[in-house]
């Protein structure tokens, strides 16, 4: 456990070290780099989101700057195809260029080559294209059914996995109270502000394939590149240099990372494509979309007996690489009970293909939408029972004294106070003062409304639960290398990819903390396969976990080199050194860093015979014993105004209580959070990828797409449990996803809260002015309709 | 094509561009100075924020050839700008910036509230960067740092 003394150590705020670069303008993303006789790549799309006997005609004097599917099956291109080992997945082809047939709204079709991006663009304009238009599939649940339009002829249907979780069922027929309910979490787009990008080159000096890409997993990627192109790896380098967020949507694999290198091989010459907004909007609406029917059964003292649901998770086209397009449809199916202790669970979980781009692991995965179901149920139940929600949650949230916990379904929750946290957000926020605002009413017209949401993270997905699932990327221990520098700083090297989450100063820290360094004499390197340990790279919530794990594990080897020469140079016993403010302590004296460089590096001649001849830089690894994975989890609570003449929804207040193990920097933890609950309000309130009947985008700019601002989380409090986990290094657990997890229920439960006399129950997100509005207009219907009847 | 004389950054330039290039382009591609992003290129994240005559524009929605004539200052012409400087370090100290995407725009927009707003409060600030999107942050962190630079500046 860290002491505490180190003062760049565990838990110190320390501020970033990347963040001189950026602030003077001197950050370096892939659409910085230009390289001499480089080409810009625009990209023909699809039009139409479903049809077949797709035909290209090329743009006249196109000749060596134009490349379709022929040209990639041609040269014997592999397409990306990923088959989960969950009996009865639906596997197909990825085609990195759309080969026949189109099957969503921005398929890519053709690349086109110019000088300059505008003129490339005139080539995607004077494209032609011609196809039959064939009914799309859309809508997940209707599709879902026998006889509707299939995405791939060849399957029976478009279920894509049918999962069903059954586990004492009947328990069910303890219950004494049940609520039924539908929700629905719409589809959206990632949108960092940097989308993809990718610059390539083959290097002929080199004999080899170079990839500058937007990637979170740059390793990942180069296997890709090997299977697709046919490659080895020493022919494939792959850098992610800066990349401005990822947030999920740069962990999986683009078509563009593998059919823009492809075609810089053809021309020899470096070819740029970078992402525009439109087709970000267009080609990533890909994260999301949800549906639930669910009922959540209780005894009459409000004892959650268990939870019966029908999920349907929208996973687009095609299968991405290398996660799958059923992580969400199993993740929402297994964990559906979120941090609740229940004796029966009977869900079925489909993930359905339609004619929309395929589904990718955006922040907190499927837990957003699970989330959203679970508390907006555990809410409906506690109307009925006429309980106030928060207490309903304490008396079925896992309690401490349960940890660690088996969950229904098999998961293990490692530790921590669940209750305890939902207990410091509700006195945080004041539950009793909002329950009395709203006795005393607004002035201005408006509804207050309090709402909570508790979530858990299975964060660091491990080996095991991974190599089940059947993923193409198997995370296995995470590797770290560590080098002593001449001058006795330290510089260490990793796989996972930081891109914004302030990696080069908490992954420095981990070493000031086993060697007492100072932080400016530590630099962190990544993004590049060709310096770092191969690792899967950064996804779920793993890398201050996996990667800080592996860098403590490798400093304890390194340290002991170092004690050695220490030894020698001190004239005593190994057993009798130590390592303090980065020098060797023994009973004679101590010798600093700087001099056991001095001597393995330039003075040889000074080392004992007994040296270790690995010398002063050490590769090492972790992954927790059992490989279990850490939790963490949260209670958010919201407190909002909703006005029922305009629909419109203000956060008046909102409260975190959450506990991610120990804090390694406390304003990188609070950023984390922060920002995410902000995404979190997005999904809540804003953002959505709107589709026509004919599955047409109708949020391709920033006008139709509303992304959260500035004004709209203006209070948010946080506050820290922190539960060590018993798993990992330091006790860490993972943080990045969380913060994007409960808003959409805290807020929908806020809302539903407000609106509570009008009957009103909003159930999908984003909560709109428009939704809130025929909300209430229905729930006037009703009460006017039974009126009528009665 | 047509002629194009800029003063960016204190350098003259002259230049003979296609007429629908625009400025941002100018900027990045033409005279790589690449601190200027592009994040929408419809005038609405505000990445691409520049001085023009001392003025924000969205350099995305400007055409180069608008810009003839004019003083131009990106990111990387601050250097011995004291507001720039005080948000810098404030940008540091409050942790306003993760991936760094946005920095350069915001920077610009934030540097133009604290010299034109000195009286700015937390919602006038808040309501001032609503033409910058970042999607990291959550905002918090750079209201911080700008209400500290405008405290600064005060006392």
Redesign the interface.
Known sequence: MPDGTSEFGIGAKVLRKEDARFLNGHGRYVADIARPKMLEAAIVRSPVAHANNLKVTAPEDSKGRFFTADDLSADCVAPIHVVSKFPGHKGSDYPHLANGKLRFVGEAVAVCLAETRAAAEDMVAATGLTFDALPPAIDMIADAEPGAPKVHDDWEDNVILDSRFEENTDAFKESAVSVTRDFRMNRQAVNPLEGGAVLAEWDAREERLVVHSASQIPHILRNALCECLGLSQNQVHVIAPDVGGGFGYKCVLLPEEIYIPWVAMQVKRPVRWIQDRREHLVTAANAREHHYSVTLHADSDGNFIGIEADIHVDSGAYAVYPHSNILESTMAGRTLHGPYKMSAYKVRSRAVATNKPPIVPYRGVARPGICFAMELAVDALARELGREPCDLREQNLVPVEAMPYTTITGGEFDSGDYPEALRRARGLIDLPAIRARQEAGEDDGRQIGIGFGCYIEMTALQTSAAARAGLAAIPGYEQAQVRLMPDGGLEIGVGVQNHGQGMETTLAQVACEKFGLEIEDVAVRHGDTATSPYSTGTYASRSMVMAGGAISRTCDVLGERIRKIGAHLLQCDLSQTEISSAAVTGPSGSVPFAEISRVWYRNPEELPDSVDPGGVEAVSGFRPEPDNSPFSYATHAAVVAVDPDLGSVEILDYVISEDCGTIVNPMIVDGQIIGGALQGVGTALFEESNYDAEGQPLSSTFADYAMPGSTHLPVLRLDHLVTPSPLTEFGVKGLGEGGAIPPPAAIANAVNDALREYGVEVAETPITPRRVLTAIWKAKQSRLSSVETS | MSDLTININGEHVTANV?P??SLA?FI??HQ???????????G??G?CTVLMNGEPVRSCITFAVVADGTEIT???GFDDDEPMAQL?QA???N?A????????GM?VAARDIVTRLPDAD??RV??E??G????????????KAILSVLEQRCS
């Not at chain 2, 910058?132 to 209201?143: D, E, F």
């Open positions: 296609e629908r290039l382009d990045r591609d790589r100075l690449t601190g200027t992003h592009l994040g929408c290129e419809h609405v994240c990445a990106t990111i990387e810098r940008f540091h100290e942790h910036l993760q991936c760094g995407y946005c920095t350069p920077l937390e919602d808040r309501l960067l609503a910058n999107l970042c999607r990291c942050t959550g905002y918090v962190g750079i209201v």
